[in-house]
Structures are given as C-alpha cells and as structure tokens.
T-cell receptor
Framework: KNEVEQSPQNLTAQEGEFITINCSYSVGISALHWLQQHPGGGIVSLFMLSSGKKKHGRLIATINIQEKHSSLHITASHPRDSAVYICALRIQGAQKLVFGQGTRLTINP | DGGITQSPKYLFRKEGQNVTLSCEQNLNHDAMYWYRQDPGQGLRLIYYSQIVNDFQKGDIAEGYSVSREKKESFPLTVTSAQKNPTAFYLC????????????FGPGTRLLVL
C-alpha cells in the first residue's frame, strides 16, 4: 500500500465550481505540503501544513492529523487553476519527502 | 533573483550514451534533490545531498550517478545502465533540516532516441 494516496486522480469541472482534492496517508508525519504543477512542468508550493487550516486567496488547505487526511479546496474555480496538484509528506524522522501521484484538474470555461 | 535553474529544458540521448543534467541554485541551500516523474506517477527520489561532498541514494538510484563538489551545483548523470531513462527530471533544494520547504527547478525532459 502506498504511504500517500490522492483522490481523485483526474477531475474536470466547470468554471466557478467548488473543487476538493483529497490526500490520505498511513504514516506519522511532521508536515504536509500541497504543490501545484503547471503543464510546462514547473512546481510551486501552495501550502505547508502541520495542523489546522490555511487560506490563500481562493485556495484553502486543511489537515486532520488524527484521521491522517488533508484536503485542498478551490473556491470559484477558474481555467487558470487547471494543473496537477500534488500532496507531499515529510515523514517523521526522515530528511526527505514522499509524494502522492497527483490530481489532474481541468477547469472548463 | 534567487532560484534554481536546470538545463537544458529538453535533452535527447541515443541509446547507450551517458548524459548529464545540470542543476544550479543560488538560494544558499545546503540540501539538494533529484526526482524522476513518469506519467501518472508521483515524483520518485533518485539521489539527495544534505551537504557538499556527501550524497545518498534515493528510492530509484540504479542507473544514475551524482556529484556534489560545490554547494550551488548537483549534476545528475543518467548512465547507459538506466534501461528506461525517458522521463521528466526535477531538481530541488532546501535548507538542510527542512526538506518540506523544497524549491523546485523547471525540470528537464529527457527523450531517448
């Protein structure tokens, strides 16, 4: 079983819809990272979480440490949000990250 | 501007040839990482280095080699022993003890002809 699982793998929605991407994991972590990868391949950091909730513009990330689950929400989605969203874990005691397989999001106008 | 550069953006290789991918950072980060990304899969760690002149194998190191002679540079060589080298390669760097704050380069797409 993979240490980190994302769902869904692919998501297509209409502009304006509320989007939720999920990340579940099976190990103890010290931090969870949400990343965005655009079609050109470059990756940017969206959020780093160790507890609770963070908000930046239309993006909201939450984490429930007890349930080993995190969600990334996008409100009022826009075609420019189309990208691959990746969940990455820093496992406790490790000096590296473990990555989910990514969720490919397509927002149609 | 601080950042990570990878060159070239696209690289073509003939079967049986070694090829070296460049990664340079001016963020003054001690740690650097190389990842491979295949379609539909998460990033997989090839090698990482936490300090100059030291590096460790990641999950898929076979067929790859690295060096870390300078803090700013962490080149990756894809050797002829790598049987399926066509992939997207990403380099990242971070402060030494906070791998969760990695900054990523733009990537190099390697195609075997």
């Amino acid at each position: 079983k993979n240490e980190v699982e994302q769902s869904p793998q692919n998501l297509t929605a209409q502009e304006g819809e509320f989007i939720t991407i999920n990340c579940s994991y099976s190990v103890g972590i010290s931090a969870l990272h949400w990343l965005q990868q655009h079609p050109g391949g470059g990756i940017v950091s969206l959020f780093m979480l160790s507890s609770g909730k963070k908000k930046h513009g239309r993006l909201i990330a939450t984490i429930n440490i007890q349930e080993k689950h995190s969600s990334l929400h996008i409100t009022a989605s826009h075609p420019r949000d189309s990208a691959v969203y990746i969940c990455a874990l820093r496992i406790q005691g490790a000096q590296k990250l473990v990555f989910g397989q990514g969720t490919r999001l397509t927002i149609n106008p | 501007d601080g950042g990570i550069t990878q060159s070239p953006k696209y690289l073509f290789r003939k079967e049986g040839q070694n090829v070296t991918l460049s990664c340079e950072q001016n963020l003054n980060h001690d740690a650097m990482y190389w990842y491979r990304q295949d379609p539909g899969q998460g990033l997989r760690l090839i090698y990482y280095s936490q300090i100059v002149n030291d590096f460790q194998k990641g999950d898929i190191a076979e067929g790859y080699s690295v060096s870390r002679e300078k803090k700013e540079s962490f080149p990756l060589t894809v050797t002829s022993a790598q049987k399926n080298p066509t992939a997207f390669y990403l380099c990242a760097s971070s402060p030494r003890h906070t791998p969760e704050t990695q900054y990523f380069g733009p990537g190099t797409r390697l195609l075997v002809l």
